[in-house]
Each structure stands twice: as structure tokens, then as C-alpha cells.
């Protein structure tokens, strides 16, 4: 196989690092008594180069660290206060003198000090206190996510169950990345710099109404003067081979906290596309084995300054460097009802290079007013650019003519989009109230020029019926206000308002006409939280939500796949409006029981039309649909023992869709579950060995106007630590059985059509990850438009 060479050297390069000399040190820490102390926090710091190591005693009171030889500050806390420092040098093997804690403080601390739970429910969030977890000592972010309830990974993609893809914020600031690059990106911040994740199910007004998904919030722990770097190296082999190297070097000195990274990924998969469609006098199977080549480069720059205790201000750019290339081969084969035998084969073969580039940057100015009410002002000034050009060519034969058919579709794209966001927040004296307000302005333009060519050997001639301009330019302004009371010691309050104001215009000089629109729309938020004692909560909350087209739909230009095959967007295309409810109940930090309902108006939607007598396939986005959604979600957290961790989850809901267009059904609804047992084992007792498991079953059902099979997907992965935990090796078996093969079936103009398809999610994927340097948080910035580039997509 091509990859086993490069494992060979990999796992040399591993081994190499594994067998460096180093020293052990071991100790125990106890009472006055001479009783051993258990879990007690242990840290080992190399005072030169700041490279850190922590650990628990066990039941009796030990630890035990591997370094190299050098000068250390050993570190003992308990309840996160510090009981003991002293300052080593270790040239050998060393057994330390028991470390002695005194009784008296320990009690005190117990008394004065109370552990925060693994799981906090607040009114508009649930919070999992990563720093409580044992098991994700060693780990890193994506462990950490993991970990967390309602939140899950599957190929790659950040999920919350019940809500789909999310967006991901660290320290307030929003991500904007996706897939492979967030991955790589998660992987470099380790588990021991988090502080705690929020899940916020049904965002505040504060956040932007576009999406019906949820934000995720790492919030991370604070940081001293240090700095490090990190390596992150992958293989993955599925039909083909595809790496990835990236670097991350962080520092904070002083006033100054800078974050940067490259990453650099280049392989190859190979997804197969099927369908069926059943024609009333023929069958046509059409089956599209594709190979996708990936070759992409990214870097980011983040720099803060801490001008005084009060203001602070920094930037953050990211660059994107992208040039994928898809092939594909096409066969239809077409059987005739009558004789059952093939009528004829269509072949059609095409290359699609592409390129595609971003530029996004923030800046943000932070100005605490007060720190005794919590009284902030905040300020973010983004812009982002995308240039994205397609050059797909392909040409068409038939067992039936010796003539092929040919043509080029050619297109370019231009995004660029500014924004500006103000939020302040304080508490109100006398009135026991939490207000936040502020306001946002978002301007975007988009450019696209698609030119289609029927060719014919080197002889290209351009096609204006099939060559389109299209603009597209939108305006919003949004403002926006919340208030938060505690009622009581049991009862909370949280209502807040949201106003956005859009202005449209698409512009299609080729055809010499122009749409414009303007809408405006509330979105109000209400949340209420009963705790009924400190084991037990009820949470009630509601948010109204907008889902606006990517720009992609709404350009007019038809873009042809096959002679039988081509789409267009809709410059028409309306934005959808979802309401949600959601009754959620949260014992300790065990279980989590979600009952929710949904109600969405004129959604949108690829429509495939399918002509019977012509035999032409067009896919079409429109307003069709309507619908609704009633379902309850079970989560349910517990351990057997400390080394063995299950997380359970279903979800189960009844939807019923309707459309009123005569393409499709009239209405379609029926149930629909979901099932996932996720099992964590720590090998070892110094927890430097870990395996999961992960089993995902999704049952027969419906998906709007379409209805599915089942389908299963079994994960596992394995994870060592070596070098004192700074070099951490992965091993990740996906979808093992090749089971996540749903077929899909819908109805186009009384025709059924089938679809099946799998992108090559079989696949071993070994990682590395080599650490340098001392603990440190990585400031991160909010790109205030990351909605407006999820919509580039």
C-alpha cells in the first residue's frame, strides 16, 4: 500500500523520541497523621524551560513523574489552593521525602472551599467544568468536547444533538473556522488550559438570529507569562492516502499575548454518488465514482495588548489558501421495463480544479468601566474577503453514437464583506438586574461571472443562453436588549429582544433585470430556571431564529453536470423563519431529559424536477416548505468505576413536512431516532493510556419530503502520552464496518428517485502531537460576520 512506507517512518520518528534517557521521580504526600492524601494536585515545572507536568495521587498518596535532568518547582494543591512548593534538582532517579500537609488547613479548606459540580445549570446555558473532569488530564480539546454533554464529533464536523452544526466560541470570540482546519486547531489548546464549555442551546438576543444551531463556548483558564509550541502531524488512509503538519507557537509576556499557527493538508479520498430514478417506461441508474483531491494551506495571527487593568485591544487575521480538484466518471445506465435488458450507457467524465482564497480579520477594543457590576464595553471592527473560481470541464458519450458531447463551465466569484458590533453590559445598582444592549451594521457585496462553453476537441465556443453576471449586495442593521433578574434563590429570569433590518439587491446584468427587497423582523428570547433543589432544575426557553440562502442560491446561472443533469439558483429565494421551545431537566451531574418543539415557515430547499418525457434532471432551490418537529432528548452521564466512563444519548421526535409545490409530496411525516453509547477507558494507572468507543445507530424515517434507511457507524480510537505527557500519539479507526449508507428516497413529479451515497469514511488516521513550553491560554477574537461566511459555503 503507498501509505505503509510513510508509517514506518512515522512510527520510527515516535519510537526515537520514546527511548531518550530520562529520570523518575516519585513521592507520596499525607497528613500530620501520616495519612495518605488521594487526589491531591501535583504539578512539576522546569524552571528553565517552563515545560509542566501535573498529576493525582492516588489512594496512597503517591506520584510519579519521568523528566529529563534539570532544576524543578514541585507544586502540591488541594481544592486549588497551594500547600506546598520546593524547588528540586534532579540528576537521577529520585524518591522524595513524604510531603506533609497540615490537617488543620486541609479541614479549613474543606469547610470554606465547595468544589463547583462537574455540571452547572445556568438560565441560558448548561456548563461543564472541565477542570473538574480527572479523565481529561493529558488530553486536549477535542477530548474535552467530547466529554461535555450534548455535544459530539462525527467525520470531523463539531455537532450538538438536536441542533446539528454549531458555531464554536473560545473566550467570546467566534471561530471561524470549519472541518479539518477547526480540528487542527482544537487539537493544539490541551484540556488542562480549559477552564469550562458552555452549551447554549437556544442563543440570547446578544448573539446574531441567522442558523437554527447552537453556540459552544470554551472558556479558558488564566495564563502567566510562558509560552509554547506545539506540533501536530497526521497520516489518514482511506481508499487513498491524505496528510496534514501543522505548528502552533503562542506567547504571553507582559502585556502582550500573541497566538499564531500554520497547517498544511494534502491527500486524496474517493466518494461514490448512486442514484435511481423510475421512469414509467425506464429505469435509470446513474452511479458517480469520484476522486477528490485536497490541497490546502492556512495561518492565522492573533495579537492582544493589556494597555491597563481596563482596556484592552487586539487583532486576529486568517488566511485560506485552497485548491481542491474533483474528478469524476459518471456511468447511466438505462434498463428498459419491458425486457429488463441495459437500453444504453451514458459515460461522462469531467475535471473540476478550483481556487479559493480568504482573508478575515478582527479588531477589538475591550473597556471595563466597573469591575464591582460587571459594567463592559466592547467593540469589533471585522472584514473578510473570499475569491473563489471554478473551471469544471467534461464531456459526454453513448454506447449508442460514436459522438461525444462536450462543454466548460467557467466561473468567478468575489465576497467581501464589513461589519461593526458594540455591546455593553452592566449590572443596575439598586435594581438587582443584569442588562445587556448593543447593536451591529453588516454590509456584504457579492460578484459572480459564469460563462458556460460548448466545446469540441481544442474549439471552445461561448454559449451566452448558459453565461450569467449576477451581484448581489445586503444591509443589516440589528439592535439589540436583554435583562436578567434572580427572582429568588430558586427562581430566575431572562428576557431579551432582537431587531434586524435587511436590505437586498441582485443585480443580473446579463439578463437586464434587478430584485430589491427590504424586511424587518423581531426575535425575541425567554428563559425561566426553577431550581428545585441544588440536585435537581427545570429550565424553560423559547427563540425565534432566521435561516437566510447561501449566496451560491441565489445566482440565476444554471450550471450543467451531463447532458440529462444541471442546477440554478434562485435570486427569488425568501429567508425561513424557525420558532423553538425547550423544557429541559438536569439531575446532578448524571442526566439530562429535553423535551422540545419546533415550527418552521417558508423553507427552502434543493428541488430536484425531473421531466418525464425529456428524461432532465433540475435541481432548483425554492420556498416550498413548511413543517414542525416534537421530540425528547435523553442524555445520561455515569461511571462505573474512575478508569471507565459511558455517555449515553437518544433522540427521538416526530416531524411532519408539507410543500406546496406539485414537484414534490404534498406532505410527509412519520418518527425518527437516534442512538449513541460512547464508552471511555483510562488503561493505566498513571493515565497515559485511553481508548474510546464510539456506536451511533440512526433508525428508519423521514427527512422533510424524502424518507431514509437505517444506518449504524462504529468509531475507535486509542490515545498514549510519552515525554511527560508532552508527546501524545492517536490511533482512530472510523466508521470500521462501512455502515453509514443511508439511502434516501423521494418523489419528483410522480417519479420515485433514490439516492445512496458514501465519501470514503472508512479510514485509520494516526496523529502525533509534540508539545513545548509551559501551560498558556490562547487568546482567540470573535469574527462578528462568521454567519455571513458560513454562508459562502
Not at 49 to 77: A, D, H, P, W
Not at 410 to 429: L, V, Y
Not at 726 to 731: E, F, Q, R, S, Y
Request: one cysteine or more.
Amino acid at each position: 500500500m503507498p501509505l505503509q512506507p510513510h508509517l514506518c517512518l512515522f512510527l520510527f520518528f515516535i519510537l526515537t523520541f520514546s527511548v531518550n534517557s530520562q529520570t523518575l521521580v516519585q513521592g507520596r504526600v499525607v497528613n500530620s497523621k501520616k495519612e495518605n492524601i488521594e487526589n491531591a494536585e501535583v504539578i512539576i515545572t522546569n524552571t528553565e524551560t517552563f515545560l509542566q507536568q501535573f498529576e493525582l495521587t492516588g489512594s496512597n498518596g503517591s506520584f510519579s513523574f519521568t523528566v529529563e535532568q534539570g532544576k524543578y518547582t514541585l507544586e502540591i494543591k488541594i481544592y486549588g489552593e497551594l500547600k506546598s512548593v520546593q524547588s528540586l534538582t534532579i540528576a537521577s532517579n529520585t524518591m522524595l521525602k513524604d510531603i506533609i500537609i497540615d490537617d488543620t488547613t486541609v479541614l479549613n479548606e474543606i469547610v470554606i472551599v465547595k468544589e463547583k459540580k462537574l455540571l452547572e445549570k445556568k438560565i441560558d446555558r448548561l456548563v461543564f467544568n472541565v477542570e473538574n473532569s480527572v479523565a481529561l488530564v493529558g488530553g486536549d480539546a477535542i477530548d474535552a468536547l467530547k466529554s461535555a454533554p450534548r455535544i459530539k464529533f462525527k467525520n470531523n464536523e463539531l455537532m450538538m444533538i438536536g441542533k446539528g452544526n454549531v458555531k464554536l466560541m473560545i473566550d467570546d470570540r467566534i471561530i471561524p473556522l470549519a472541518g479539518d482546519d477547526l480540528v487542527s486547531y482544537l487539537k493544539t489548546i490541551n484540556a488542562d488550559d480549559i477552564k469550562k464549555i458552555e452549551i447554549i442551546s437556544n442563543p440570547p438576543a446578544k448573539y446574531n438570529a441567522e442558523g437554527n444551531s447552537g453556540i459552544i463556548h470554551i472558556i479558558t483558564k488564566k495564563s502567566t507569562d510562558a509560552w509554547n509550541l506545539s506540533y501536530r502531524g497526521i497520516l489518514q488512509q482511506a481508499t487513498y492516502a491524505t496528510g496534514s503538519n501543522g505548528l502552533v507557537f503562542n506567547l504571553s509576556r507582559g502585556k502582550i499575548k500573541l497566538n499564531s499557527g500554520i497547517t498544511y493538508t494534502n491527500g486524496s479520498t474517493a466518494p461514490t454518488e448512486s442514484n435511481v430514478i423510475y421512469y414509467p417506461d425506464q429505469r435509470w441508474e446513474e452511479y458517480n465514482k469520484r476522486r477528490d483531491y485536497t490541497n490546502a494551506f492556512s495561518a492565522r495571527l492573533g495579537l492582544d495588548q493589556y494597555i491597563n487593568d481596563k482596556i484592552s485591544h487586539g487583532f486576529l487575521y486568517t488566511y485560506v489558501n485552497s485548491q481542491p480538484l474533483i474528478k469524476e466518471r459518471i456511468n447511466s445506465t438505462i434498463y428498459d421495463y419491458t425486457s429488463n435488458a441495459v437500453d444504453s450507457v451514458i459515460t461522462t467524465h469531467s475535471r473540476n480544479p478550483r481556487e479559493r482564497e480568504i482573508h478575515s480579520a478582527n479588531y477589538h477594543l475591550i473597556y471595563k468601566l466597573s469591575e464591582e457590576n460587571e459594567k463592559k464595553l466592547s467593540f469589533d471592527l471585522d472584514y473578510f474577503n473570499l475569491s473563489n473560481q471554478n473551471d469544471r470541464r467534461f464531456y459526454t458519450t453513448t454506447n449508442t453514437s460514436e459522438n461525444s458531447i462536450g462543454a466548460r463551465n467557467f466561473g468567478k466569484q468575489e465576497i467581501e464583506n464589513f461589519s461593526a458590533n458594540i455591546d455593553m453590559s452592566q449590572s443596575i445598582p439598586g435594581w438587582d438586574v443584569t442588562i445587556n444592549y448593543g447593536g451591529r451594521v453588516s454590509s456584504i457585496q457579492t460578484e459572480n461571472d459564469f460563462t458556460t462553453f460548448q466545446t469540441s476537441g481544442d474549439i471552445e465556443i461561448v454559449n451566452p443562453d448558459l453565461s450569467n453576471e449576477f451581484n448581489y449586495k445586503e444591509n443589516t442593521q440589528a439592535l439589540y436588549l436583554s435583562l436578567y433578574k434572580e427572582i429568588s434563590e430558586e427562581f430566575e429570569v431572562k428576557a431579551g429582544l432582537r431587531m434586524e433590518n435587511t436590505d437586498i439587491t441582485g443585480e443580473s446584468p446579463t439578463l437586464a433585470t434587478t430584485n430589491k427587497y427590504n424586511y424587518t423582523k423581531l426575535f425575541p428570547t425567554l428563559y425561566f430556571l426553577y431550581s428545585l433543589n441544588e440536585d435537581n432544575a427545570l429550565n424553560l426557553k423559547y427563540g425565534r431564529r432566521i435561516n437566510r440562502p447561501n449566496y451560491s442560491l441565489l445566482n440565476p446561472f444554471r450550471y450543467i453536470s451531463s447532458p440529462y443533469s444541471y442546477s440554478e439558483g434562485n435570486p427569488y429565494l425568501q429567508p425561513s423563519f424557525t420558532n423553538n421551545i425547550e423544557l429541559e431537566y438536569t439531575y446532578k451531574d448524571n442526566l439530562i431529559t429535553n423535551f422540545y418543539y419546533s415550527w418552521f415557515k417558508n423553507g427552502f430547499e434543493q428541488v430536484t424536477d425531473v421531466d418525464p418525457e425529456t428524461n432532465i434532471q433540475k435541481v432548483i432551490p425554492l420556498n416550498v416548505f413548511s413543517g414542525k418537529m416534537i421530540g425528547i432528548n435523553q442524555i445520561i452521564l455515569f461511571s462505573l468505576y474512575k478508569w471507565c466512563r459511558f455517555n449515553f444519548y437518544a433522540d427521538l421526535y416526530y416531524s411532519k413536512t408539507a410543500s406546496n409545490s406539485p414537484i414534490t409530496l404534498p406532505m410527509l411525516d412519520g418518527w425518527n431516532g437516534e442512538f449513541n453509547l460512547t464508552t471511555d477507558l483510562i488503561l493505566n494507572a498513571k493515565k497515559t493510556l485511553f481508548i474510546n468507543v464510539d456506536y451511533n445507530y440512526t433508525t428508519t424515517g423521514v427527512d422533510k419530503l424524502d424518507t431514509n434507511t437505517d444506518f449504524s457507524q462504529l468509531d475507535i480510537s486509542f490515545k498514549s502520552l510519552f515525554l511527560d505527557r508532552n508527546l501524545i500519539v492517536g490511533l482512530h479507526l472510523n466508521d470500521i464496518l462501512s455502515s453509514n449508507r443511508p439511502t434516501y428516497t423521494t418523489l419528483s413529479n410522480n417519479l420515485k428517485t433514490s439516492f445512496r451515497n458514501y465519501y470514503d469514511e472508512r479510514y485509520i488516521r494516526l496523529s502525533v502531537i509534540y508539545r513545548l513550553g509551559k501551560s498558556f491560554r490562547s487568546e482567540t477574537h470573535e469574527n462578528k460576520n462568521s454567519e455571513e461566511m458560513n454562508r459562502t459555503e
